[in-house]
């Protein structure tokens, strides 16, 4: 009598639940102890960065430790843009994957939104069309998400726009609206339609701010 032993292995583990783990919340963004500003030396993003760290700390009224460091420094990222930072340590960057090596890698896989510089913006898990869109400097559309990179653990708050002034855009949006109420914001991620349409030139508070979906 033969006997066959069989043996399924899934993730590198064996009995392995197949179940997805759920998303990440930007309610989960108030509790980082650490949080890493990863900067990418152009003068908008890192300045962008720099504004979504404060506008968590203040909406999540919690006073985690904060660092600012280049992506190009030791162990912040892998070769290929993997951010490696631990899992207690929330990262955090302005502006999108052409300067930003991590938000590249991301967007490979684990992005919630898939986008192209046309600009075109899809859900991912179900490849629903939100945006598809020329932008410009008064008009642009906006990102903001958390993205849980899953072979090191690593989060990522990102803020962008398709330009520069989107950006910027992203990051007054995120500080005036969402952080009031991050710590209850169950989505992952929103995009937002901006429209300088008031006498001052940049996004300001007076702007045309539109919620245009979220998950």
């Known amino acids: 009598m033969r006997w066959w032993l069989l043996v399924l292995v899934g993730c590198g583990r064996i009995g392995f639940d197949p179940t997805e783990p759920a998303a990440p919340k930007l309610a989960e963004v ?61 990262a955090v960057i302005g502006g999108g994957d052409g300067p930003n090596r991590a938000i590249a890698y991301l967007l490979r896989d684990d992005t919630p939104l898939v986008w192209t510089d046309k600009v075109t913006i899809r859900e991912r898990a179900s490849d629903r069309l939100i945006v598809d869109a020329p932008t410009s400097e008064t008009h642009d559309y906006l990102m903001v998400m958390i993205v849980v990179e899953p072979l090191g653990g690593a989060s990522v708050l990102s803020g962008q726009g398709g330009t520069a ?17 991050l710590a209850t914001t169950a989505a992952q991620w929103f995009v937002v339609e901006w429209t300088d349409d008031d006498p001052t030139a940049g996004p300001s508070t007076d702007d045309t701010f539109t919620v245009l979906d979220s998950g």
Request: with cysteine.
């Open 30 to 90: 108030c509790g980082f102890d650490n949080v890493t500003v990863i900067e990418n030396g152009i003068a908008v993003d890192d300045a962008a960065g720099a504004q979504l760290a404060a506008a968590l700390a203040s909406g999540c009224t919690s006073s985690p430790t904060e660092r600012r460091v280049s992506q190009d420094d030791p162990g912040i990222l892998a070769g290929d843009g993997r951010p490696l930072l631990p899992r207690n340590d929330l």
């Open 165 to 181: 002034p989107g950006t910027a855009a992203a990051v007054l949006w995120f500080a005036t609206v969402l952080a009031p109420r």
